[in-house]
T-cell receptor
Framework: DSGVTQTPKHLITATGQRVTLRCSPR?????VYWYQQSLDQGLQFLIQ???????AKGNILERFSAQQFPDLHSELNLSSLELGDSALYFC????????????FGQGTRLTVV | AQSVAQPEDQVNVAEGNPLTVKCTYS??????LFWYVQYPNRGLQFLLKYITGDNLVKGSYGFEAEFNKSQTSFHLKKPSALVSDSALYFCAVRDIKTGANNLFFGTGTRLTVIP
């Protein structure tokens, strides 16, 4: 168990809908990262928050947004969903930003039908 | 820009034989390098990292990796493979010079250990 908790584990929704994925980082970790894993794209970095502030942005679509709350949990919001958004979405957390490894949650499998 | 390459999509090795999973990287400064393993329907698990110091890094489950700056490589190795090592392995780099904080992952290598 990495200590990173993601909910829900599975999500099935229709095209055009909006969903929210939740992540609770390891106790004491200030950084939260979101990644998307799909079969044809591999692991793609989406966005990072550090202590409530956006720190880095990757290949995140405009239809997607995220935030980190004062208690350090984070939410990834996906809207106007398309079939191609079906993927595994991982959250990871780390304490200090640079020289420490990130610990991953078990992911949320999103299926858009 | 930073990047990571895992040149082999698939590696097959017989149980008990040594295994190597290859990784090369490209960064603008000194790299922080990581290996992760992913079992089916699971998240990524940290195996080991190279930050500085000894080029041979030892990690979890008997794995080790060798950092080679001149060849910009960070190959994952294990002296004797187990069937339970069969999984998807990812190499990742964090570029400290540009201040980028996120991990850039390779495309992954599927390791199959044959009994």
């Amino acid at each position: 168990d990495s200590g990173v908790t993601q909910t829900p584990k599975h999500l099935i929704t229709a095209t055009g809908q909006r969903v929210t994925l939740r992540c609770s980082p390891r106790s004491g970790d200030l950084s939260v990262y979101w990644y998307q894993q799909s079969l044809d794209q591999g692991l793609q970095f989406l966005i990072q928050y550090y202590n409530g502030e956006e720190r880095a942005k990757g290949n995140i679509l405009e239809r997607f947004s995220a935030q980190q709350f004062p208690d350090l949990h984070s939410e990834l919001n996906l809207s106007s969903l398309e079939l191609g958004d079906s993927a595994l979405y991982f959250c990871a957390s780390s304490h200090r930003e640079m020289n420490t490894e990130a610990f991953f949650g078990q992911g949320t499998r999103l299926t858009v039908v | 820009a930073q990047s990571v390459a895992q040149p082999e999509d698939q590696v097959n090795v017989a149980e008990g034989n040594p295994l190597t999973v290859k990784c090369t990287y490209s960064v603008s400064g000194n790299p922080y390098l990581f290996w992760y393993v992913q079992y089916p329907n699971r998240g990524l698990q940290f195996l080991l990292k190279y930050i500085t110091g000894d080029n041979l890094v030892k990690g979890s489950y008997g794995f080790e990796a060798e950092f080679n700056k001149s060849q910009t490589s960070f190959h994952l190795k294990k002296p004797s493979a187990l069937v339970s090592d069969s999984a998807l392995y990812f190499c990742a780099v964090r570029d400290i010079k540009t201040g980028a904080n996120n991990l850039f992952f390779g495309t992954g290598t599927r390791l199959t250990v044959i009994p």
